[in-house]
């Protein structure tokens, strides 16, 4: 599903609120099966690392107490937060203009989900930031291998490229919507120019820095250029591509809140603008929150993927 | 039935390539010194014929350049003067005609151990016949149980027989062996040096192997080749050659190896405490 600004005010369509609903009605069910799902291959992943020595079944159960343990320990925190905001919001005389009690947010969100704006919301800045960030991670690959694998093209590109760098975000905005309209590519630029800077770096250096004495044994055994990029040089820089590319989605999540603070008419950024001058600190507090969990969910896709790589190239 | 061939022999074999004559003609290295300093001379002057299918042990102190020359015939590094050629034609970057065992095992830490083997094939082999040669090597040097284990699983000593495996998969015409028994407990040593040994019996390609162990160059060695820096000069070079007589395996307790043991020692300036 696509969606762009193009068509003016978003259209509140019934279908928008069945598919924001569907997958966690689907969910439900099973909730119980994907945290074992997760406690499973947690299991494999820390067995194939050598970390379990005993049998498999004293293993497993060993894994799935740690993983039951990590969530608790990990939960306390938030549902503390979430105590202490009930207790500040229902049982003092803060108003609730500061500080809107989480049923209200709760509300908030349920009003924005009747209007169909929620999912609209959602799923333009979810849009937005993946594909911001499949380019930019594109981009910073192919920049960071030239950069990490050419003299001539470290010499070349270097100093431009950490003088782009060094512009802050905020200060292509402006430019972007100039050149580019106010319309989707302004933004997905921005958010590809923040995600590729991390993955250029990341992989550039660690292309410059895989062991000489394996490239040198690669060349004993004849592999030449391509060769021995394809078996020894990128293999050898998968773990820093991996953390460069979760620098980058982290990277492309703030500048997508950039971009849409600045220069938009949806999405979460442009609900955080346009709270804040209706005044509707329950709306701010639920855009706050809606990042914070859109954030982690898809760090968490890309540490799926991150485990499977390195399995098998770790 | 004659025409099957033997299947008791230890078989490292696959297409037979021929050993190769190697010569190096006044081969010297300097280095280009630290900014500010003079360029420094680490080998001088080496000059040496082998045979092909010989055995020739490079032997010397820590640190003389016996890694440096070994490079030199690979065709991983260029002497700064004199020539080297392999079956009389100029030795290539990276001569594939050449095989290395490392001092260190390199192997890739991804790859399992019968992968990195598989990087020693030569360009263009068969998958199948890989498949077959990597099981072939995986058993002569003792490691069919850990083939799918990766690097980081197994000990110094198996790595480095991973290592030598990986070079013995390309059937060189000259095999260019570093210290390659150096990480290994003294008996599992031994046993590798005799395996050596076969392996040179069914496939008698020529051999240059650096060692720091006199004992080891007595073993395996045709002809011991001493390399030495004189005090009035700086840069290594060939300070002594020593026939070793007997065919292989030898009695490593022989009275001749003895006397060649005291020689090289004293050259080596460690006393021998040997009765002559
Ligand atoms: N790439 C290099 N650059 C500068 N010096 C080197 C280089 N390679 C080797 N050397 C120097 O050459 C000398 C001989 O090294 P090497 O051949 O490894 O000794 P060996 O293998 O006999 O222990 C050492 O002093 C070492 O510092
Ligand atoms: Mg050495």
């Known amino acids: 599903m696509s969606f762009d600004e193009r068509g003016g005010a978003p259209v509140s369509r019934p279908s928008s609120t069945t598919e924001g609903r569907e997958p966690a009605s689907r969910d439900l069910p099973s909730s119980g099966r994907p945290s074992e799902g997760r406690r499973a291959s947690l299991f494999s992943w820390a067995s194939s690392y050598g970390f379990s020595t005993a049998g498999t079944a004293v293993g497993a159960q060993h894994a799935r107490r740690f993983s039951a343990n990590a969530l608790l320990l990990g939960a306390v925190i938030p549902v503390g937060l979430l105590i202490v905001w009930l207790i500040a919001s229902e049982a003092t005389s803060i108003p609730d203009y500061l500080l809107p009690s989480p049923g209200q947010v709760i509300g908030a969100g349920v009003e924005l989900a009747n209007q169909g704006l929620l999912a609209t919301y959602i799923l333009i800045s979810v849009q937005r930031v993946l594909t911001g960030f499949a380019i930019g991670a594109v981009v910073g690959l192919a920049l960071g291998a030239i950069v990490g694998l050419s003299d001539v093209g470290s010499k070349m590109l270097s100093p431009i490229l950490g003088a782009i760098r060094a512009v802050p975000s905020l200060a292509w905005v402006p430019l972007l919507t100039i050149y580019l309209g106010i319309y989707e590519v302004p933004k997905i630029t921005l958010i590809a120019i923040g995600a590729a800077f991390p993955v250029f770096t990341t992989v550039a250096g660690a292309l410059r820095h895989v062991d000489p004495q394996l490239v040198e044994a690669g060349r004993a055994f004849g592999l030449g250029r391509l060769p021995l990029l394809t078996t020894v040089q990128l293999p050898a820089v998968v773990p820093a591509v991996v953390s460069g590319l979760r620098l980058a989605l982290a990277q492309a999540w703030l500048f997508l809140v950039a971009a849409e603070l600045i220069a938009s008419s949806m999405g979460l950024g442009f609900l955080l603008v346009d709270s804040q001058n209706n005044g509707r600190t329950d709306r701010l507090f639920l855009a706050i929150l809606l990042l914070g969990i859109l954030g982690k969910a898809t760090d968490a896709l890309v540490g799926v993927g991150e485990r499977a790589l390195l399995k098998r190239w770790g | ?276």
């Open chain 2, 1 to 276: 039935m004659t025409s099957t061939a033997p299947a008791a022999a230890p078989t490292a074999r696959a297409a037979a390539t021929p050993a190769l004559p190697v010569a190096l003609n006044g081969v010297g290295r300097a280095f280009p010194g630290a900014a500010g300093q003079p360029e420094r001379l680490v080998l001088r002057d080496v000059e040496l014929k082998i045979a092909p299918g010989e055995i020739v042990a490079l032997l010397g102190p820590s640190g003389c350049g016996k890694s440096t020359l070994l490079r030199q015939i690979s065709g991983l590094d260029r002497p700064t003067s004199g020539t080297l050629t392999i079956d009389g034609t100029r030795v290539a970057p990276a001569d594939q005609r050449t095989a290395v065992a490392f001092q260190e095992p390199r192997l890739l830490p991804w790859r399992s151990v019968a992968r990195n083997i598989e990087l020693g094939l030569p360009r263009g082999t068969d998958r199948a016949a890989g498949r077959a040669r990597v099981a072939e090597l995986l058993e002569l040097v003792q490691l069919s149980h850990a083939a799918q284990l990766k690097p980081r699983q197994i000990s110094g000593g198996m790595a480095q027989r991973v290592s030598l495996a990986r070079a013995l998969a390309r059937n060189p015409g000259v095999l260019l062996l570093d210290e390659p028994f150096g990480a290994l407990d003294a008996l599992t040593r031994l046993t590798m040096q005799d395996l050596l040994v076969d392996i040179h019996r069914v496939e008698p390609t020529t051999i240059v192997l650096v060692t720091h162990d006199v004992d080891e160059a007595l073993a395996l060695a045709d002809r011991v080749v001493l390399l030495g820096t004189r005090f009035d000069r700086p840069g290594a070079t060939i300070s002594r050659i020593l026939e070793v007589p007997g065919a292989r395996p030898r009695d490593r307790a022989s009275t001749v190896l003895a006397r060649l043991r005291a020689q090289l020692l004293d050259a080596l300036g460690v006393p021998s405490h040997h009765d002559r």
